[in-house]
């Protein structure tokens, strides 16, 4: 991972105090608010504390190991520090260890309506030592918002999935910051993510992305707009492989400082599989050093403007009051 001080530098607009809005949100909401570690000690302690109907939760600065699942609905948690690296949530937990993907993650959200600002959720599981997926957050919820949210992990990173295929979780990730090598945005979900910076860790083959649709009538897909994409050092690093046969990833106006590999996406396991025939990969205008789309693999797209605009945020979700709270 990037050491503190490099990644204060490549946050960039996530260095900004965060906008004092949780009594305004609390009020509107007729949400209860809690504050911890000052109310309760733990994070645990405050999921369990708050009523069914979820409420807010300021989380002061400081590092909080724990392993969490948050089932309540609505539930917005802010970090209070100066910096979303200043309040870290993080465990240690590998696929290996706990029996399974999903049961790594450090942090699993089920409720519907949460948010997210100004924080860190960690997966610091040594993945050198012994290869295993390790999730940081594993996101089924519909109507989610992070803003400003650093999200850390190596293999599975941001598990970004829906409780139910036929009826996607809708996700919204906004100015967030995400790093990892294998597969580090996986899953199922609606997901749109809004000038978001994804960094991609050494390794000999990377993959930024590994959506998950089974089927054309699945409204499901993860898009990236006005993102910008870095690498530690160079290597095979790709957009994405497809997890499932119709795995729909689109990268609009994306800054691509790495070293993406030229062909930009790559089968799944290349001479076993054949998901590409079946995938939905598009870009419209990347720009910078890996921006070259002239030698994308042959079923990868090219977006035209108007193509596109079929891609953009209120298209893609239709209504976005649930994004503003």
């Given at each position: 991972m990037l050491n503190?001080?490099?990644?204060?530098?490549?946050?960039?607009?996530?260095?900004?105090?965060?906008?004092?809005v949780t009594s305004v949100w609390a009020q509107v909401q007729n949400r209860p608010v809690i504050r911890v570690p000052a109310d309760h000690k733990t994070l645990a302690a405050a999921f369990e504390a708050l009523p069914a109907t979820g409420g807010v939760i300021?989380?002061?600065?400081?590092?909080?190991?724990?392993?969490?699942?948050?089932?309540?609905?609505?539930?917005?948690?802010?970090?209070?520090g100066e910096r979303p690296d200043d309040t870290v949530i993080v465990w240690g937990d590998s696929a290996k260890m706990a029996?399974?993907?999903?049961?790594?993650?450090?942090?699993?959200?089920?409720?519907d309506g949460f948010r997210a600002q100004n924080l860190?959720?960690?997966?610091?599981?040594?993945?050198?030592?012994?290869?295993?997926?390790?999730?940081?957050?594993?996101?089924?919820?519909?109507?989610?918002?992070?803003n400003r949210v650093i999200l850390l992990g190596a293999q599975d990173t941001l598990?970004?999935?829906?409780k139910d295929k036929n009826n996607p979780s809708r996700q919204y990730y906004k100015d967030c910051y995400i790093e990892g090598h294998v597969d580090f945005i996986f899953g199922n979900a609606l997901a749109f993510f809004d000038r978001c910076h994804l960094h991609v860790l050494k390794r000999d083959t990377a993959f930024i992305t590994a959506h998950s649709r089974t089927a054309t009538t699945e409204i499901s897909a993860y898009v990236f707009d006005h993102c910008r994409i870095t690498t530690a050092g160079t290597g095979n690093y790709y957009f994405g492989r497809a997890w499932r046969p119709h795995a729909q990833v689109v990268f609009l106006d994306t800054q691509i400082d790495g070293a993406i590999h030229p062909e930009g996406w790559r089968e799944w396991t290349p001479g076993k599989t054949e998901t590409y025939a079946t995938a939905?990969?598009?870009e419209f205008n990347s720009t910078g050093p890996g921006?070259?789309?002239?030698?994308?693999?042959?079923?990868?797209?090219?977006?035209?403007?108007?193509?596109?605009?079929?891609?953009?945020?209120?298209?893609?979700?239709?209504?976005?009051?649930w994004i503003e709270g």
């Open positions: 503190m001080i490099s990644r204060r530098l490549v946050l960039g607009g996530l260095a900004a105090a965060v906008t004092p300021e989380l002061s600065a400081g590092t909080y190991r724990e392993k969490l699942t948050l089932s309540k609905p609505h539930v917005h948690i802010i970090g209070k029996g399974g993907t999903g049961k790594s993650s450090s942090f699993t959200v089920t409720g860190t959720i960690s997966n610091d599981y040594n993945h050198d030592a012994d290869p295993s997926q390790a999730v940081a957050l594993y996101l089924t919820a519909d109507r989610a918002v992070l598990y970004a999935a829906s939905h990969y598009a921006g070259d789309m002239s030698q994308r693999v042959f079923w990868a797209k090219s977006l035209t403007p108007d193509q596109a605009a079929k891609w953009r945020l209120k298209a893609v979700f239709k209504d976005t009051s």
